[in-house]
């Protein structure tokens, strides 16, 4: 609340220019009518109460407080409000105003004739020159008040904040800045900026006048920590009624870079908790698979996870990170086949203001930062090109990162987990993978099995996906036609859980009934089955699994014509040979129908 005792030096100042501008005795109460101030006889009872400090006696103060009107007093002994008991004869009392409340009281004293008549002939331009005193009074609170809000606001936000002056010396900081820099606040006030940041360009932008927002800065402290900061400066300017103005100091705003990171991975990041028990399956394989990722999500040790598309790479790694010391840090997912190379790099490591032409000016934080003291999940890894597999070989070696421009060396606390759904030993035959960085990645292997090898899970997983799509797309189907059961346990599932999903929210869709029915069920898989039922020739056979082969190899080395020629490689057939095959077996990229 604010009080004229937060002010007490200003308000003796003020008691003492009024009684040496108009010859009489000042004393200065607050609202709860305690004496702040006053001059003469009122200088030995500062800190006494008035009215015996009771706001509802009735006399002239507690009259004042509660009306908020000016009174003069022309003859004390008669004035039915005063209670006189020092001989006074006359006053005039004026209310200090602090919005729509009372303040305090201005009283004007008079204790002899010759005052008495000073103070009565004078009267109307005695109150224009106390409220004037008292509107002083009034701005100098709400001035003390908002620097007592602001200083609050200051020693409770997240940054730090240093003020210096034009010399560079520190003449204020907050509790974050001593924390972020690791010197008590006695010691950094009065102490020049560059001696505590040696090199800061602070000192610049106060002599050209020119801020600057969110620049990364770096420094190495006398006592010889290491600090990272994100700072933004701004200059502060003197009067503004001088005709050149002149920069009187600046105000530095910085923040860790730990926690920059992490404001950027929760504002772009929107992962959720996931556990071992969204991985669905009572299967032996998929539980050995489990009970082995539990096992090593311990330890720091990175981890390459192989198998098909869609078998669930990306949930058993981010089941990984939720399931390690490293859980409370960010989980930090990417596609390495889904980003152009020429952007990958960028997008790993980051790149340093000015590094290319179109950069953004402040530079970019890599992924590796944002997942400093978490996991980085690379899925995909074997798209990375042979350039930046030297580069990710250097981090999994050195635990640290250049960016794209600079020449500062980042360290970086990370888990990689990699995964891939390409044979990584056959492409470091073919020289596309590096064999250096295979041994870097596969210290732990972990290999999913596909729906093929795990049927007794399909019928769990069918119903986990139908209550999801129920949920989604609002119906309420209770489950599957007996055929219709029957057809998709026994498809071979080529795109595994994914196509699965694929599969049923395409079902949960056209389904008009309580149940799925097999027309309900896409086409591709319909094809399938028909072809698998009326079955007679050897021909018809041959060519059934011989589809299932072409699809397996498809999955794992993708469908680009690079990739077929890879598989036409594999399977010791020209690429003519494969083309055609894919025709007349009606091969489709899983999701196309």
Known sequence: ?????????????????????????????????????GTGRY????????EDGDIQSGYIYSHVLQTGSEYVVEDAKNDPFYHACEDELAEVCCPIRLGQRIIGIIGL???????????LQNKRNLLVFTNRMADLL??????????????????????????????????ACNKTAETLIGIRREDLIGSKLTAIWPGSPVM???????????????????SGKAVHFFTTVSPVFGSQLETKRRTAGAVISFRDIADVRKLVYDMTEQNEHSSFREILGTSSSIQEVKAYAEKVAHSSSTILITGESGTGKGLLAKAIHYASPRQNGPFITINCGAIPDTLLETELFGYESGAFTGANKSGKVGKFELAHEGTIFLDEVGDMPLHLQVKLLHVLQHREIERVGGTRVLPVDVRVIAATNKNLEQMMLDGEFREDLYFRLNVIPIQLPSLRERKEDIGL?????????????GKNITGFAPETT??????HWPGNIRELENAVEYAVNLETGTVITKQSIPARILRVHHADTTLQTLKEQL??????????????????????????????ISESTLYRRIRELHIRKPGQS
Do not use: W
Not at 543 to 570: F, M
């Open 1 to 37: 609340m604010p009080h004229l005792l937060e002010i007490q030096a200003t308000t003796q100042e003020i008691a003492e220019a009024i009684t040496a501008a108009v010859g009489i005795e000042v004393e200065i109460i607050d609202d709860q009518l305690s004496i702040v101030a």
């Open 43 to 50: 200088t030995g009872k500062i800190g006494q109460k008035e």
């Open 109 to 119: 004293i008079a204790f002899t004739e010759e005052q008495r008549m000073a103070l």
């Open 138 to 171: 009034s701005s100098k609170v709400s001035e003390t008040q908002m620097a007592n809000e602001l200083k609050i606001i200051i020693e409770t936000i997240r940054d730090g904040i240093i003020a210096v002056d034009k010399s560079g010396v520190i003449t």
């Open 204 to 222: 610049e932008a106060i002599s050209s006048g020119a801020g600057y927002k969110d620049r990364e800065e770096m420094y190495k402290l006398t």
């Open 461 to 473: 997983l069918l119903h986990a996906a139908l209550e999801k799509y129920n949920r989604l797309i």
């Open 486 to 491: 029957d057809l998709l346990v026994s498809y």
């Open 543 to 572: 060519d059934v699994h011989e589809k299932q082969i072409i699809e397996r190899y498809l999955n794992e080395y993708g469908y680009s014509v690079e990739s077929k020629q890879k598989v036409a490689h594999r399977l010791g």
